[in-house]
């Protein structure tokens, strides 16, 4: 099992920065690759950026250029870095890992969420 804790959401002004973290716990050698994926009030979660174990990175078009998605394996810890930040990015952010140590079945945890609220 993992447990995923994401904490540095708040408030932040149009044009500034935020930086998320995500603590993983628990079968952490079982993680693959990971992601961050935001949700606002009556909308579907969407994918932000996704980071395989090799360290490559995907971005939805929506950020690309702005955020940037990190992990430092050693410390069991997923970062994502927002930038110029705009109001459209407020949502709840949640952090996403996705497990392969059991062969017979793809399975994916999530954090509990951290909210992101953007002021003008």
């Known amino acids: 099992q993992v447990q995923l804790v994401e904490s540095g959401g708040g408030l932040a002004q149009a044009g500034g920065s935020l930086r998320l973290s995500c603590a993983a716990s628990?079968?952490?050698?079982?993680?693959?690759?990971m992601g961050w994926y935001r949700q606002a009030p009556g909308k579907e979660r969407d994918l932000v950026a996704a980071?395989?174990?090799?360290?490559?990175?995907n971005y939805a078009d929506s950020v690309k250029g702005r955020f940037t998605i990190s992990r430092d394996n050693a410390k069991n810890t997923l970062y994502l870095q927002m930038n110029s930040l705009k109001p459209e990015d407020a949502a709840v952010y949640y952090c996403?890992?996705?497990?392969?140590?059991?062969?017979?079945?793809?399975?994916?945890?999530w954090g509990q969420g951290t909210q992101v609220t953007i002021s003008s």
């Open positions: 996403n890992a996705v497990y392969n140590c059991r062969p017979d079945e793809i399975k994916d945890y």
């Open positions: 628990g079968d952490t050698v079982c993680i693959s690759a």
């Open positions: 980071i395989t174990g090799g360290g490559n990175t």
